[in-house]
């Protein structure tokens, strides 16, 4: 059709096009251009400017990222406008581009759902969104697409499940759909990909099998499903895919075994990635035919049996990570290691490998970066060979048994980044040549022998961030040079050591530290102001030294502080109101200081269980729950000595007349106690009056039903009290049993005066008679919801009181709690009240848990009470020479005839710890001759201690605290169940301790 010459003479655009290009390419599709227009509206933001060229001053064919058809020159056959940083939604009108070929839009910001109407695109072969933040479910009618080849939507936010009709694209190479969050299983249909070289389906949430249909895919190069929860085993079929390189199925739930002949049947693998998961068995020495083999990585699993020396015939091997396993072996097979020119990683930490580090290891690849040999059983020393790996960055030798002095000349070592020589049992002095590493980042020196100062040399380390020194033999003062690093930004800790001095006023360099940490030291003297410029701290512990003065009001500045513990120094004066305004405060220990005055009213203070005051007998007020007495209102000396001469008169002359009241009343009792139904008045607070007939009817005649629990002498049932409606626990003594009155006397006794949330509350007692006229004594309790511990520890186990046990779903927190409970009340009840109490039956099922499982000791039938005065052994009990106390739980001097004392009850309080967290009684058949639950927990310390812990911790716990946690914890179990009692720890330092532990387990799941 003839162009009209008006039409040239309006548009001077058409004229200029006819001028440069010929007819057929001004006449532009308007189909395609409107879409592209639609396109470019639906784009939000465009930071460089590629739009620009969108304009009808060029034909859209020369638009930026537009191509067009040689033979159709009007229709728009690619879009590429990769990695130019555009933020907007995708036009559905891309479905009208019916010439698309290719679509490349990776490495963008587009959101909203990938449009349906892409399905329309029937010559569609390449489609590239990855990279983008697309939404919603992937279009099913995306295989209405079939001639694609290509298709990449990895890393968007997609959800739902893959679609099934993928399946049918005959034609695809390549599928991605790995960083997503999709779900539900791998489609079958899946195997119908006959084409498809590459498999990417990782880091979504997968779950099920690997479909068998999968071995189908003949053509198959690299499979990636890594990172979901895939369970069950790998088809077999899958590993007769001869053409497969890359192998990924890490991190997801698979088992079973590696088939031997894996190195033949694979024979291109390059890639062979397994860690995290559960597979067994031995590591195939087929392996070593995979002559391209890259990558062994098998860590985190449950392989078993020696490492293959034949690996060293692998000539382009460059990372064999095997940690976490149960290898056993010596480290022999280094030796063949030093063929592999190429070797880049060896990670085989957490094994049982044993023996010690060979020459040969200087043989090693000169391109090693990392060397992990941790938490397995080497011994002796570091050979000095180990200086010759030039170009090495990460050395973790951690958690093994190596000792003597530090020969290795670090200096030679220019690029270490990392060295971890931590929990072992090296002596000398710290290595100067450490100090002149430069690009140095963590040093990890703790839990050794060093002695000697710390090197003034390692403030030279400019790039440290992490230094870890705690836990050593460490003397002299604290070098200006450290503690004035200002790289440190993670980590200082010099904790555990005998460092003396004050703490230099370059500590306020540190001012990008995160957490600082000097306890358990010699430290002195004041807390310098220059800590205030630490505006990064977060955790900060200073406890266990003998800093002096008051706490300092410099810690106000801190307001990024959530953990602050000055606990067991010679702090004095009063709480500063300051320490309330730290918001972020979360832990506070003031414990054992010299503190006086009023406990301030707001901020942390306001939550009793998250700070602590115990050992400061000169503070006051505070809210309710601390039970401190009132302050004392402040009156001028003249009114005070007035108060004085009218007070004593008065007070002498009321205490007078109550005990002679008193006296007439307790007579006067005793003489009808036999006749009548009566509760004992032994007791100062004020009880409920409770008669046999009221207990009788609360337990429904003392049914069988109602029994809660069977003791050594009595038993303990649970009723409602109809006078007060609430339910409790009532105990009745078997007065038949020799020692029951004893015991009842002794329970009265130990609780009379003595109140602690961690003890079971004397609500009443009963000792009456009954409706036969026999004697009959009872104790009523608060009712525990939750039972003993005994129960919780021992599922489904038949206990002593004759109940069977609960669900025994304790996570690692709770025993933890649980722990710190039982240790708070056992201190209390040695120092913190008039009278030193022993309990002498401590013992699971003497451990009740209420409704939010805090733990409460019960059970003082054979307490013996001390006079803080006279030093005088209160006894209720048989005169009987027979041991006192629970076999297994029974401190071993008893049986010596030593008497009781607060030792025997922390030997008991260490039994019961390591049976929290092994799960094991102290009872069990497998302790026999000179095993006992003490020494089996100790020879299994610290490096197979996932071996003996209970396993049903682990199944709510697998955080990357969990194992040294429970390492630490049974430590504290070992050092209370010492055989001397003088050897045993103290039962303040158990609870300061305690608190540690549980507060790093608290900073490693909040940072999860």
């Known amino acids: 059709m003839a162009i009209k010459w008006w039409c040239l003479y309006y548009n001077p655009i058409l004229w200029w096009c006819l001028s440069s290009f010929s007819p057929a390419t001004c006449l532009q599709n308007e189909t395609d251009r409107l879409a592209l227009i639609s396109f470019k509206d639906a784009?939000?933001?465009?930071?460089?400017?590629?739009?620009?060229?969108?304009?009808?001053?060029?034909?859209?064919?020369?638009?930026?990222?537009?191509?067009?058809?040689?033979?159709?020159?009007?229709?728009?056959?690619?879009?590429?406008?990769?990695?130019?940083?555009?933020?907007?939604?995708?036009?559905?009108?891309?479905?009208?581009?019916s010439f698309l070929r290719s679509?490349?839009?990776?490495?963008?910001?587009?959101?909203?759902?990938?449009?349906?109407?892409?399905?329309?695109?029937?010559?569609?072969?390449?489609?590239?969104?990855?990279?983008?933040?697309?939404?919603?479910?992937?279009?099913?009618?995306?295989?209405?697409?079939?001639?694609?080849?290509?298709?990449?939507?990895?890393?968007?936010?997609?959800?739902?499940?893959?679609?099934?009709?993928?399946?049918?694209?005959?034609?695809?190479?390549?599928?991605?759909?790995?960083k997503n969050k999709l779900s539900g299983n791998i489609p079958p249909s899946n195997g119908n990909l006959s084409s498809l070289w590459e498999l990417y389906l990782e880091k979504n949430v997968l779950q099920g099998r690997i479909p068998e249909e999968i071995s189908g895919l003949g053509k198959l190069k690299y499979l990636i499903l890594s990172e979901n929860n895939l369970i069950g085993e790998i088809p077999s079929a899958l590993f007769n895919i001869s053409s497969i390189e890359g192998f990924y199925v890490d991190s997801n739930q698979l088992n079973g075994n590696v088939p031997s002949d894996v190195g033949l049947t694979l024979p291109n693998l390059v890639y062979l990635v397994l860690e995290y998961n559960r597979f067994t068995g031995p590591i195939p020495i087929s392996l070593s035919n995979a002559s391209e083999l890259q990558q062994i990585v098998f860590g985190s699993n449950n392989f078993s049996g020696l490492i293959p020396k034949e690996l060293g015939i692998l000539p382009h091997l460059q990372y064999l990570t095997l940690f976490k396993n149960q290898l056993q072996d010596d480290l022999s097979f280094i030796s063949f290691l030093t063929n592999c020119s190429s070797l880049v990683s060896l990670e085989l930490e957490s094994n049982f490998l044993n023996g010690t580090v060979p020459k040969s290891i200087a043989n090693l690849s000169k391109d090693l970066l990392l060397l992990s040999l941790s938490d397995n059983q080497l011994y002796d020393s570091i050979p000095l060979g180990i200086e010759n790996l030039l170009n090495i960055r990460f050395i973790q030798l951690d958690g093994n048994y190596f000792t003597g002095p530090i020969l290795v000349d670090f200096e030679k070592l220019a690029h270490l980044e990392w060295l971890d020589l931590s929990y072992n049992m090296f002596t000398g002095m710290i290595p100067s040549s450490i100090s002149n590493l430069s690009l140095l980042g963590r040093l990890f020196l703790g839990f050794n022998n060093f002695n000697g100062s710390i090197p003034p040399g390692l403030g030279t380390c400019h790039n440290l961030i992490y230094l870890s020194l705690g836990h050593n033999r460490l003397t002299g003062s604290i070098p200006q040079e450290v503690i004035g690093l200002p790289?440190?930004?993670?980590?200082?800790?010099?904790?555990?050591?005998?460092?003396?001095?004050?703490?230099?006023?370059?500590?306020?360099?540190?001012?990008?530290?995160?957490?600082?940490?000097?306890?358990?030291?010699?430290?002195?003297?004041?807390?310098?102001?220059?800590?205030?410029?630490?505006?990064?701290?977060?955790?900060?512990h200073l406890e266990g030294n003998s800093f002096d003065g008051e706490i300092p009001q410099i810690f106000s500045v801190l307001q990024g502080l959530q953990e602050l513990d000055i606990s067991r120094n010679n702090f004095s004066g009063q709480i500063p109101d300051s320490l309330a305004q730290l918001d972020g405060l979360n832990y506070l220990n003031l414990s054992f200081n010299q503190l006086q005055g009023m406990v301030p009213k707001h901020g942390i203070f306001l939550n009793s269980s998250a700070f602590s005051f115990l050992g400061n007998n000169?503070?006051?007020?505070?809210?309710?729950?601390?039970?401190?007495?009132?302050c004392p209102i402040p009156n001028s000396k003249k009114n005070h000595s007035l108060a004085l001469k009218v007070i004593i008169p008065i007070v002498v002359s009321a205490i007078f007349l109550a005990l002679l009241l008193g006296s007439s009343i307790f007579w006067h009792q005793k003489r009808i106690s036999r006749q009548e139904n009566i509760t004992m008045p032994s007791f100062h607070q004020q009880f409920l009056r409770i008669s046999y007939a009221e207990l009788f009817k609360a337990t429904d005649g003392f049914s069988m039903?109602?029994?809660?629990?069977?003791?050594?002498?009595?038993?303990?049932?649970?009723?409602?009290?109809?006078?007060?409606?609430?339910?409790?626990?009532?105990?009745?003594?078997?007065?038949?049993?020799?020692?029951?009155s004893s015991s009842f006397m002794s329970e009265c006794q130990a609780l009379r005066t003595i109140r602690h949330r961690n003890l079971l509350k004397l609500l009443s007692v009963c000792s009456s008679i009954d409706f036969e006229g026999n004697d009959f004594k009872a104790l009523i309790y608060e009712f525990m919801v939750n039972g003993s511990l005994e129960k919780w520890l021992h599922a489904h186990d038949v206990g002593e009181d004759g109940q069977e046990g609960e669900s025994g779903n304790l996570k690692l927190i709770d025993r933890l709690n649980i722990a710190t409970d039982i240790a708070t009340a056992i201190e209390y009840l040695h120092n913190g009240s008039l009278s030193t109490i022993m309990h002498g039956d401590l013992k699971p099922s003497n451990v009740l848990l209420d409704e939010e499982m805090t733990a409460h000791i019960g059970d003082f039938g054979l307490a013996k009470i001390v006079s803080s005065i006279s030093?005088?052994?209160?006894?209720?009990?048989?005169?009987?020479?027979?041991?006192?106390?629970?076999?297994?739980?029974?401190?071993?001097?008893y049986g010596m005839g030593d008497p009781v004392s607060t030792e025997g009850d922390v030997y008991s309080y260490g039994i019961l710890l390591l049976e929290m967290f092994t799960g094991k009684k102290p009872t069990d058949e497998c302790f026999k001759d000179d095993l006992n639950l003490h020494t089996f927990v100790e020879q299994y310390l610290p490096y197979r201690v996932m071996d003996i812990m209970d396993p049903r911790i682990a199944v709510f716990d697998d955080g990357g605290s969990f194992k040294?946690?429970?390492?630490?914890?049974?430590?504290?179990?070992?050092a209370c169940s010492m055989e001397q009692p003088g050897e045993r720890m103290k039962m303040i330092d158990v609870i300061s301790e305690l608190v540690k532990i549980r507060a790093l387990l608290s900073r490693e799941d909040s940072r999860e």
């Open 871 to 893: 030093g005088e052994v209160h006894q209720y009990q048989s005169s009987s020479t027979a041991i006192k106390g629970s076999i297994g739980y029974v401190a071993p001097e």
């Open 487 to 540: 790289s440190l930004s993670i980590l200082l800790d010099l904790t555990g050591n005998a460092l003396a001095g004050p703490i230099p006023s370059e500590v306020g360099l540190l001012q990008n530290l995160v957490e600082l940490d000097l306890s358990d030291n010699r430290l002195s003297g004041m807390i310098p102001n220059t800590i205030g410029k630490c505006l990064s701290l977060v955790r900060l």
């Open 103 to 178: 679509i490349n839009f990776e490495n963008n910001s587009f959101h909203g759902q990938i449009p349906p109407e892409l399905g329309r695109l029937r010559r569609l072969q390449y489609i590239d969104l990855s990279n983008n933040s697309f939404q919603g479910n992937i279009p099913a009618n995306l295989s209405h697409c079939s001639n694609l080849v290509f298709l990449d939507l990895i890393d968007n936010k997609l959800v739902g499940h893959i679609p099934a009709e993928l399946g049918s694209l005959s034609k695809l190479e390549v599928l991605g759909l790995g």
């Open 43 to 97: 784009i939000q933001e465009d930071p460089f400017r590629v739009f620009n060229s969108w304009n009808n001053s060029l034909p859209y064919c020369h638009w930026h990222g537009v191509s067009c058809s040689l033979r159709h020159p009007d229709r728009v056959i690619a879009l590429n406008l990769s990695s130019q940083g555009l933020v907007g939604s995708l036009s559905r009108h891309i479905g009208n581009l």
């Open 705 to 740: 039903t109602n029994i809660i629990g069977v003791g050594s002498y009595g038993s303990v049932y649970k009723g409602i009290l109809e006078q007060v409606g609430i339910q409790v626990a009532i105990k009745v003594l078997n007065l038949q049993r020799r020692g029951a």
């Open 618 to 630: 000169g503070l006051c007020g505070g809210i309710t729950a601390l039970k401190l007495p009132s």
């Open 964 to 974: 040294d946690c429970i390492i630490s914890v049974l430590r504290i179990g070992i």
